[in-house]
């Protein structure tokens, strides 16, 4: 038998530590993954915000230009408060009409608010309000929808 153990050589660890740079492929499309995940969730974040502002900004646009549609325009804000400030949506009168611009930037005109508070006893026939009240509230409807949602 020939005797090998003459030719083995000693283990020697390399001088340097070992850099993990550059990563390996697997380790860059884990880190691919997770970044397209992150966006993924801050896309989908972000559609969900701005389809309910669109949504509501549909409604208030499919309205017409009736002393009846102040009720609806009402509604909606209401419905938003539900969603957004669960505690506002029983408010009523100028308690309603004061949260309404505690929450805007420009304030609700009197003829609008006025329209707001007393659209649901209004008769459908009655000319008791402007066209121009109603395209106020339409403006502030949609200006107070844009900020709170």
């Given at each position: 038998m020939n005797d090998n153990l003459p030719e083995l050589r000693d283990i020697h660890f390399p001088q340097d530590t070992i850099s993990i740079w550059p990563l390996a492929y697997g380790w860059w499309l884990i880190l691919s993954v997770i970044l397209f995940m992150a966006a993924g969730i801050y896309l989908f974040r972000l559609y969900r915000t701005k389809s309910k502002k669109l949504y509501a900004i549909k409604l208030l646009d499919s309205l017409s230009n009736e002393t009846s549609s102040a009720i609806k325009m009402?509604?909606?804000?209401r419905r938003i408060c539900i969603y957004k400030y669960p505690e506002a949506s029983t408010l009523l009168s100028k308690e309603w009409i004061n949260f309404l611009n505690s929450h805007s930037k420009s304030p609700i005109k009197d003829g609008a608010a006025n329209l707001l508070v007393n659209a649901p006893y209004i008769n459908p026939?009655?000319?008791?309000?402007?066209?121009?009240?109603?395209?106020?509230?339409?403006?502030?409807?949609?200006?107070?929808?844009?900020?709170?949602?």
């Open positions: 009402s509604e909606i804000l026939t009655s000319v008791a309000y402007s066209k121009q009240d109603i395209k106020d509230l339409h403006n502030f409807c949609r200006s107070w929808i844009g900020e709170n949602l």
